[in-house]
């Protein structure tokens, strides 16, 4: 790996972060008159804690990573849009990326005009590793992985992940959004021996969360330490703080659930497979599956029409006449494939 230095945007690298009322006195005191606040209304009329410490311990237990190598964001949107903030010189760095995957790493780049260099998956939408080196030059400053991969569905292989993290000597990001629908393990516990690698996950996907927008980025204290420079001051507000920090006591709950759909997704796959319409159900380490069938565009009007919404990706790299299909409750996969077989 370079060093952070060589891989850091220069002012980024010099900044002097603001430094709010709450980092420059910690503890508790009877009297706050630091941070123009307004005294009534209790507890809202605070600024909440800017860097979440007491549910950054809740998350460090449950996921067995230190609470100084987390960081908190708006969503896992949030982190996504800093790494790049952080690491890509607008008009001179650039990006390496899967491709299709999730379509906010290109937005992001494109928002602050950094390149963004789209590599091919291989016909088992894996990485198809040489292609990604040769998209590298020496001002690629991250590679973007997604495991398992959205729209595609599946984990990208262990070991092609690994050759990257271990090869490349930049920023390699692997989004486990969707990681706890996984039969694989997370990267989580590789962190201590890859200083170079940045885990995101969510609390949008298995914990049910996705309007209370939390996101978590894993990595290096130092990595950390650049992402709290740079975030909003008071970017995850106090209900959400509060919410999720009850939220995250319920695990088994949280587990209950991710069963009750890892139990629905084969039953979805089989019923989808046998009708004619469809051509190719890939297989899926996640909550949604892509299935390709013979006329996307056709299919999704008439599921519009009957009041079902699937996501139509048949505009997307490698996945003509595919759509992608969220796992539900028994009842609503019971409606979709009922309208399906009427409809075949
Ligand atoms: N990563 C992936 C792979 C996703 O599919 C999504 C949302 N669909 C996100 C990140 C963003 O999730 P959030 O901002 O809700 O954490």
């Known amino acids: 790996m370079k060093t952070l230095k060589d891989l850091v945007r220069n002012n980024i690298w010099a900044l002097k972060p603001y430094s709010c009322a709450r980092d420059e006195f910690k503890g508790e005191a009877s009297v706050y008159l630091d941070a123009n606040e307004n005294p009534f209304g209790a507890p809202y009329n605070r600024y909440p804690d800017p860097r979440q410490w007491a549910l950054k311990e809740k998350i460090a237990k449950i996921k067995g990573v230190p609470a100084s190598q ?29 491709e299709p995957t999730y379509g ?15 590599v091919n998956l291989d016909s088992n939408f894996d990485i198809d590793i040489d292609a990604i080196f040769k998209a590298v030059d020496d001002n690629t400053k991250v590679i973007w992985l997604c495991s398992p991969n959205n729209p595609t569905g599946n984990a990208l292989s262990r070991d092609r992940i690994r050759r990257i993290i271990d090869g490349f000597e930049g920023i390699v990001v692997v989004d486990e959004a969707y990681i706890d629908f996984s039969s694989q393990p997370s990267w989580l516990e590789e962190l201590p021996a890859m200083p170079n690698l940045i885990v995101l996950q969510t609390f949008s996907k298995a914990w049910g969360l996705a309007s209370v927008r939390c996101g978590m980025a894993f990595a290096s204290t130092d990595i950390i330490e650049l992402f709290n420079k740079v975030k909003y001051p008071y970017n995850i507000n106090l209900l959400t703080q509060n919410f999720v920090s009850e939220r995250i006591n319920l695990v088994d709950e949280k587990n209950r659930r991710v069963t009750a759909i890892l139990d629905e997704r084969p039953r979805v796959m089989r019923e989808i497979g046998k009708l004619p319409i469809v051509e190719k159900v890939y297989p899926s380490d996640a909550n949604f599956v892509l299935v390709k069938v013979r006329d996307a565009n056709a299919t999704y009007q008439r599921l519009v029409e009957r009041g079902i919404i699937v996501r139509n990706r048949h505009s997307v790299t490698l996945c003509g006449n595919c759509l992608r299909i969220t796992i539900g409750t028994k009842e609503e996969n019971d409606r979709l494939i009922e309208e399906l077989i009427i409809n075949n």
């Open 104 to 118: 906010m790493y290109g937005v992001s780049a494109d928002i602050n005009n950094v390149e963004y260099h789209r």
């Open 70 to 98: 987390i960081m908190l964001g708006n969503g896992s949107d949030e982190p996504i849009d800093l790494i790049i903030r952080i690491f890509c010189e607008p008009g001179v760095d650039n990006m390496v990326a899967i």
